[in-house]
């Protein structure tokens, strides 16, 4: 018996139930949806949510955003930078847990929060390194905390565009996946592993256990090879 992995893009709840309904007329036994940033309501047992936003459902992997980001201010204190700014929209998701790491970070390093330095809202990247350059509060800031590669590498030109050297002035650091372009650093980040989701998908679709998450799953630290 043949296996086979069919694969839909979909960036709206309306096209995740689209391709979610052509897939289960009889193409796939089971069904994973990865990275949904907008609610599904969808408690089906031959589908497994993996990173997406409001499943808490039994059938769902989560990845723990909270530790993420704690771990990036631990190692960016550790490095010397102290002034931490965060750019990470709502509409990347998780946005409420990453703020809770990055104020844990703080607290259990004695430092301040600076409301001024955290960019919650949907602000583009580079109008939010524009105010942090502007704002007298934020002038000194050495480190950047920001969602994702995408973010990262608009960033990077911005702050190079203010005289900002990445990483000497500032350091950027992404909370999922780095960078490989030419003419841009790269960066620390977190990346979380594939093999490891991949090995809980497995067991859950050859076991059928009623938990495929367990606990979140948590990203490694990778830190750019000088």
Request: proline content about 6%; overall charge negative.
């Amino acid at each position: 018996h043949q296996k086979h992995l069919l694969l839909r893009f979909a960036n709206t709840s309306n096209g995740v139930m689209s391709s979610l309904e052509e897939l289960t007329c009889g193409l796939c036994d089971n069904v994973l949806i990865i990275g949904a940033r907008f609610p599904l309501n969808i408690n089906r047992p031959d589908v497994v949510l993996v990173d997406c936003l409001d499943s808490e459902g039994d059938n769902s992997i989560q990845f723990d955003h909270a530790f993420a980001a704690e771990t990036a201010c631990h190692y960016l204190i550790s490095q010397g930078r102290r002034q931490i700014a965060l750019i990470h929209p709502q509409s990347s998701g998780f946005a409420d847990q990453v703020l809770l790491g990055y104020k844990h970070a703080l607290e259990k390093n004695f430092l301040p929060f600076n409301r001024n330095l955290v960019f919650l809202d949907n602000t583009s990247p580079s109008v939010a390194v524009q105010e942090l350059v502007n704002n007298a509060t934020t002038l000194n800031f050495n480190a950047l905390l920001v969602s994702d590669e995408q973010q990262a590498q608009r960033v990077v030109p911005q702050l190079q565009a203010f005289n900002r050297a990445v990483p000497q002035n500032v350091m950027v650091f992404s909370l999922a996946g780095s960078l490989q372009l030419p003419g841009i650093p790269t960066i620390p980040a977190i990346e979380y592993s594939m093999d490891a989701m991949a090995s809980r998908i497995v067991n859950w679709l050859t076991e059928k256990t009623d938990n495929p998450g367990g606990s979140p799953l948590r990203g490694d630290l990778i830190i750019p090879k000088h």
